[in-house]
C-alpha cells in the first residue's frame, strides 16, 4: 500500500510561479511520498503535451517516484460541444497521453453541472445510457493498452455514491472502476462513510481528502467557501481538520482489501507545503490504526 499525492494539491504554487509543474515531482519526493499522481498536465508554452508527457515521466524515473495515476476533465454530456462520439475520441487520446506517463489508471469526469439554457437530460436517469457509452467505450480502448479507466465522484450531477453506483454498474465493465474521493461525497450532501461502505467493492484508487462544513442555515461564510448541491456550505481543510470521516473511511476500504494507493489531495486555504505535510502525517496514522 502506497501514500501518494496528487499534483493539484501543489496548484496553487504553479499558479504563483513558486513552483513549476514538473518540479512537484522532486517535491513529492523530498517530502516523504511513495508515489505521485498527475491532475490535468499544464503544458508549457511551445511543447506539445506528448513531448511533456515523455519529459514528465523521465523526471519521475530519475528521481525514483511512480506516476500511479492520470487525472483529466470529461463531461460526456456536453463536452465536445455536445458530440458523444468527439468526446470519446478525445479522451481515448488521453489514454495516450497516460501510457507515455506509464499509468495503470487514468480517471475522467463523467460530467458536470447544467449551465442555463442547457437542452440535453436534466435528470440522471435519462443521462445515464448516454454516460454508460462513454465509459465503455474509453474503458475498452483504455484495456488495449493495459490502463485502467475510472470515474470520480466529482462533478455535482454525477458525485453521491448512489449515481456513481448506478453508473459503475451500467458500464459492467471489468477495466472500469472507480476513484473514491472521500471527501467529495460532501459536495452531494451525502454522509462519506455511508458511501464509501457502499462503493468499496469498485475501487481502483482513492483520494484522501478533507472539508470544512457548515449548514446552509447559516448565511454565506466568506471567501473560500463553496455551495454543495442542496445548499449547506463547504471548503477544503488539512486531512484530520476538518468535518470527514477519512479515518473511517480508510479503515472500510483497508478492511474490504483496499491495497492500491490513499493520495493526498489538498486544497485547504493554508499555507500548500504545511497542509501538505500534516496531511500525510495523519493519513499515514490513519492507514497503520486501520491494520491494527
Not at 514538473?22 to 508515489?35: L, P, S, T
Not at 462533478?155 to 459492467?172: H, I, K, W
Not at 474521493?181 to 460532501?186: E, W
Not at 480508510?250 to 493520495?263: H, K, T
Amino acid at each position: 500500500m502506497q501514500i501518494g499525492v496528487s499534483s493539484y494539491s501543489y496548484s496553487r504554487l504553479v499558479r504563483s510561479g513558486a513552483m513549476r509543474q514538473i518540479d512537484v515531482i522532486a517535491k513529492a519526493k523530498e517530502m516523504g511520498f511513495d508515489a505521485i499522481e498527475f491532475s490535468t498536465i499544464s503544458v508549457p508554452e511551445g511543447r506539445t503535451l506528448p513531448d511533456f508527457a515523455a519529459e514528465l515521466k523521465a523526471e519521475a524515473d530519475k528521481v525514483g517516484i511512480p506516476i500511479v495515476n492520470y487525472t483529466i476533465g470529461a463531461d460526456l454530456l456536453k463536452g465536445s460541444d455536445g458530440n458523444l462520439e468527439a468526446e470519446i475520441q478525445r479522451l481515448k487520446d488521453e489514454v495516450d497521453i497516460a501510457a507515455i506517463l506509464g499509468v495503470p489508471g487514468m480517471r475522467h469526469d463523467a460530467s458536470g453541472g447544467f449551465p442555463p439554457g442547457w437542452q440535453g437530460p436534466t435528470s440522471f436517469e435519462a443521462a445515464l445510457p448516454r454516460l454508460a457509452q462513454g465509459c465503455r467505450a474509453v474503458t475498452e480502448y483504455a484495456a488495449s493498452k493495459g490502463i485502467r479507466t475510472m470515474i470520480e465522484n466529482h462533478g455535482y450531477f454525477c458525485q453521491d455514491s448512489l449515481r456513481v453506483e448506478q453508473l459503475v454498474t451500467a458500464v459492467n465493465h471489468p477495466n472500469f472502476g472507480l476513484l473514491i474521493d472521500v471527501g467529495n461525497f460532501a459536495c452531494a450532501d451525502d454522509d462519506s462513510a455511508l458511501a464509501v461502505g457502499r462503493l468499496k467493492n469498485y475501487a481502483f484508487h482513492c483520494h484522501a481528502k478533507d472539508f470544512h462544513l457548515k449548514s446552509g442555515e447559516t448565511v454565506y461564510p466568506g471567501r473560500g467557501w463553496n455551495m454543495t448541491r442542496n445548499g449547506n456550505w463547504w471548503r477544503g481543510a488539512i486531512i484530520g481538520h476538518g468535518n470527514i470521516p477519512v479515518a473511517q473511511c480508510v479503515r472500510i476500504l483497508i478492511r474490504n482489501g483496499y491495497d492500491g494507493v490513499f493520495s493526498v489531495e489538498f486544497e485547504g486555504m493554508e499555507d500548500v507545503l504545511m497542509g501538505i505535510e500534516i496531511g500525510q502525517e495523519n493519513l499515514r496514522r490513519f492507514v497503520a490504526m486501520a491494520k491494527d
